[in-house]
T-cell receptor, first 115, second 109 residues
Framework: DTAVSQTPKYLVTQMGNDKSIKCEQN?????MYWYKQDSKKFLKIMFS???????INETVPNRFSPKSPDKAHLNLHINSLELGDSAVYFC??????????????FGEGSRLTVL | GQNIDQPTEMTATEGAIVQINCTYQ??????LFWYQQHAGEAPTFLSY??LDGLEEKGRFSSFLSRSKGYSYLLLKELQMKDSASYLC??????????WGAGTKLIIKP
């Protein structure tokens, strides 16, 4: 059983298109995240949701819109894709205890390539 | 600003010991975490330190000195499969996770 699963794993698309990435966790965690990892391998947080509510929204273009229908799901929709959006996007979740909030469980990643 | 520093790349020999250092400057401190990330895969949690001292987990140990803003990850009896990036991360006073850029560890036979 995969704890955090995200789809699709690979996404190749043209500039200007709109795409979505879905994420689901079966760990019963309250907090979920979207991270972006670029070609330099630096992990950068984009969004964080706690029990379906947005708690972190870093400086991300408003072309990126997260949506959490319930606490087990956090999807990411990207409008008008640009070349610079090419990266690996990781979904993650963390336990409810604050002291362990840094113990993240990551999905496999979605590699987005914009042509 | 908040900052986490770790070496970009290190090389070590199979069977040897390697120490990967991490220094941090954050607004507050609530814990330090080490992750391992193999190429093309997701990061996986390795260890957690909140108090000063050494935490041992099999071949891997992690040390923390809060007064120095310093941690290290010690890997013993290196195996080829330990070739990966190792990321240091700190939770600040707001429990936000601040990440280092990672250290790429290359193991040679």
């Amino acid at each position: 059983d995969t704890a955090v699963s995200q789809t699709p794993k690979y996404l190749v698309t043209q500039m200007g298109n709109d795409k979505s990435i879905k994420c689901e966790q079966n760990l019963g965690h309250d907090t979920m995240y979207w991270y972006k990892q670029d070609s330099k391998k630096f992990l950068k947080i984009m969004f964080s949701y706690n029990n379906k509510e947005l708690i972190i929204n870093e400086t991300v273009p408003n072309r990126f819109s997260p949506k959490s229908p319930d606490k087990a799901h956090l999807n990411l929709h990207i409008n008008s894709l640009e070349l610079g959006d090419s990266a690996v996007y990781f979904c993650a979740s963390s336990p409810p205890d604050r002291e362990f909030i840094g113990e993240l469980f990551f999905g496999e990643g979605s590699r987005l390539t914009v042509l | 600003g908040q900052n986490i520093d770790q070496p970009t790349e290190m090389t070590a020999t199979e069977g040897a010991i390697v120490q990967i250092n991490c220094t941090y400057q954050t607004s507050g401190f609530n814990g330090l975490f080490w992750y391992q990330q193999h190429a093309g895969e997701a990061p996986t949690f390795l260890s957690y330190n909140v108090l000063d001292g050494l935490e041992e987990k099999g071949r891997f140990s992690s040390f923390l000195s809060r007064s120095k803003g310093y941690s290290y990850l010690l890997l013993k009896e290196l195996q080829m499969k330990d070739s990966a990036s190792y990321l240091c991360a700190v939770t600040d006073s707001n429990y936000q996770l601040i990440w280092g850029a990672g250290t790429k560890l290359i193991i040679k036979p």
